[in-house]
């Protein structure tokens, strides 16, 4: 029987359903979050909505990724990782400028909030289980969201801090954590491109 691609058809159709899926929520968490950051005033919060405007970057990245050559899907992958690099710094540096000039973060805005984002990124990390061992550009949206699940659980443990210390600086710590951490990943990203391009022979 002759090879009809079918079958990668299929594949690529489940790949854009779940992507079109995780691209949706984390768009809509990006929203929330960052409104609730604003009227929190809480840098976790705002590093927590930053981080999930990267992930919905990467999906539509990764979307348009599909069916597309293994030199393209490095180049995808190397965007997506620069991308959350620029959004990592920009959250350490919105973490010191609140620092310096003060503030005030809403604890109970925090957790709620953080709690709604927990729920959504598990959901999405099981959608995208069966895409981490995928190619570069699929590998690279499974390891946004399991940083978003790390730092959502991060911003539940500041907002408790905050509360209990009355105290800004668990908010600022978490952020800076956060920030950390995705420009870890988006190093670990970087790395897998790299070696996805030398691969492709680019």
Known sequence: ????????????????????????LNAAMAVIGGIAGWIADSTGLLADALDMLSDAIAYAIGLVAIGRAARFKANAAWLSGSILLVLGLGVLAEVGRRVVHGAEPASSW?????????????????????????????????????ADVVANVGVILAGGLVLWLDSPYPDFMIGTLIGLYVIKESFEILRDARRARQGAGT
């Open 1 to 24: 029987m002759s090879d009809c691609g079918c079958h990668h058809d299929a594949k690529n159709a489940q790949e854009r359903r779940i992507l079109k899926i995780a691209l949706a």
């Open 110 to 146: 925090m957790i709620g909030t953080a709690l709604l984002s927990l729920a959504v990124n598990v959901t999405v990390l099981r959608l995208l289980a069966p895409l981490k061992t995928g190619e570069v550009h699929l590998r690279a949206t499974w390891l946004f969201t399991r």
